[in-house]
């Protein structure tokens, strides 16, 4: 079972188009005349190249582009606690989408959370993206604008009471909305500072991998200190709990640029991530978002873990060797272009056993990456274990590869297969 990170639940962004442009922004970028409606018409191909690049980095497709709509068009449907939103129109249509808007307006929807007409609900993460520089705004901006207008109306968000009080958002950007981004030490190097932009700003990491607290706002305490997002776990990204999983900069590098690594390869939520935009970084901004995440200085890398006597949990041994080991292989090693390995792969290696149980109950679908590289199938196992093999398979899993406890049992399992 591959790696699981999870990705926004409540977040919007993100992009799907041609070859990458390198971003001229900078981590402190200045502040950039706005174009107005008339002026955007005659923005250079060069902006509207960069905006294009800026938009796949902010990830704006994610929540934007339906399955089967037309791109920018919305209707993305995102669950939360508080009801299920849905993505906006954001293409060029005067009617349902934002080609009423200005350049200005644009900006305010993303530093302030204010749309032309209402307040918006930070399902879409300005909470993150008022730390995005004016220029970089006006390029996502110009590019937006230069994209084919689609007549598609926006879905009302289907909210409970009371959070269908849309006013109620002004309250909540009062005592929440802050800027986030954390001050720099000195002698932190060039591509840290960048890499905390591209995460913070664009990539908005902390949507999912920050602790929320009582009224949904980001735990500013615990910066990307991993999240519960009902049944999986957005994974702490902190220095020493990526080391921990065995994480290095050169493969974190490789896992958002191609979705594999040694550690796994994307699924769940981090899966349209990779596809929808980091695959489209340059090596330069890769780098520098992996140099962030852990350090100009990193930890090192827990090594692989010892496989310990096992015997204990010989019930699961026997699951494994029943139903995973033809794919992942019977000593854990997986098979290239078929299934990732179990030994040292990063779910398997994570304190939480949420992801590696819900892989096991729910299965993964084929992952494509970017070239030839792919990844079968794995079918899910809810309905032919009960929750007791269910957690017999997961502690194997965790013990022996992951060198993990083994503290699963079906009452766990029991809640996750019902939610």
Same mark, same amino acid.
């Given at each position: ?8 639940? /409540? ?9 990458? &442009? ?7 970028? #200045? ?8 002026? %955007?018409?005659?923005?250079? =191909?060069?902006?509207? &190249? ?21 791109? +920018? ?8 606690? !508080? ?8 293409? $060029? ?5 934002? #080609? ?15 749309? =032309? ?15 995005? &520089? ?30 269908? *009080?849309?006013?109620?958002? @002004? ?5 929440? /909305?802050?800027?986030?981004? =954390? ?9 840290? /500072?960048?890499?905390? !932009? ?32 009902? @049944?999986?776990?957005? $994974? ?12 290095? *900069? ?5 896992? +958002? ?15 349209? *991530?990779?596809?929808?935009? &980091? ?69 398997? @290696? ?7 149980? %819900? ?11 970017? #070239? ?8 899910? +196992?809810? @309905? ?23 503290? %699963? ?11």
């Amino acid at each position: 079972m591959p790696k699981t990170t999870a990705a926004p639940a /409540l977040v919007t962004s993100g992009m799907a188009a041609d070859a990458p &442009t390198p971003s001229a922004s900078t981590a402190s970028g #200045g502040v950039a005349a706005s174009p107005s409606p008339s002026t %955007v018409a005659k923005a250079s =191909p060069d902006l509207i &190249t960069r905006g294009q690049y800026l938009a796949r980095a902010a990830d704006c497709a994610a929540c934007h582009t339906s399955a089967n709509g037309a791109p +920018f068009a919305g209707g993305v449907p995102l669950k939360s606690p !508080y009801g299920t939103f849905y993505g906006t129109n954001i293409t $060029p249509d005067k009617t349902n989408g934002i #080609g009423g808007w200005t350049a200005d307006d644009f900006y305010r929807a993303l530093h302030d959370g204010m749309a =032309p007409d209402k307040a918006l609900y930070p399902a879409m993460p300005y909470t993150s993206y008022r730390q995005m &520089t004016r220029a970089d705004s006006d390029a996502i901006y110009a590019y937006l604008m230069s994209v084919k207008p689609v007549a598609v109306p926006n879905r009302k968000h289907d909210l409970s009471f009371p959070y269908n *009080v849309r006013t109620s958002m @002004r309250v909540w950007d009062w005592m929440f /909305l802050k800027d986030t981004l =954390p001050d720099a030490s000195k002698g932190q190097s060039a591509d840290w /500072l960048r890499g905390r !932009y591209l995460a913070n700003a664009l990539g908005h990491c902390a949507e999912c991998h920050t602790p929320r607290g009582t009224f949904g706002q980001l735990d500013s305490a615990k910066p990307l200190g991993g999240a519960a997002l009902a @049944r999986i776990a957005a $994974p702490d990204l902190t220095p020493d709990a990526l080391a921990a999983r065995g994480w290095t *900069v050169k493969d974190l590098q490789s896992f +958002f640029g191609t979705g594999i690594a040694p550690q796994g390869s994307a699924f769940g939520e981090m899966y349209p *991530v990779v596809h929808l935009s &980091t695959q489209y970084l340059t090596p330069d901004d890769l780098r520098s978002v992996s140099t962030y995440l852990l350090g100009d200085v990193p930890p090192a890398p827990a090594p692989l873990p010892e496989r310990p006597d096992a015997s204990q949990l010989k019930a699961g041994r026997n699951l494994y060797l029943a139903v995973c080991a033809g794919c992942h292989a019977a000593d854990g090693a997986g098979k290239p272009h078929v299934a990732v390995a179990m030994l040292g792969n990063s779910t398997v @290696r994570q304190k939480d056993p949420r992801n590696l149980i %819900v892989a096991i109950l729910d299965g993964i679908e084929p992952q494509r990456f970017p #070239g030839l590289e792919a990844m079968q199938d794995m079918p899910g +196992f809810a @309905r032919q274990f009960t929750d007791a093999q269910i957690a017999e398979l997961s502690n194997y899993l965790r013990v022996a590869y992951g060198a993990q406890p083994s503290d %699963v049992n079906s009452e766990i399992v029991r809640q996750l297969r019902q939610k």
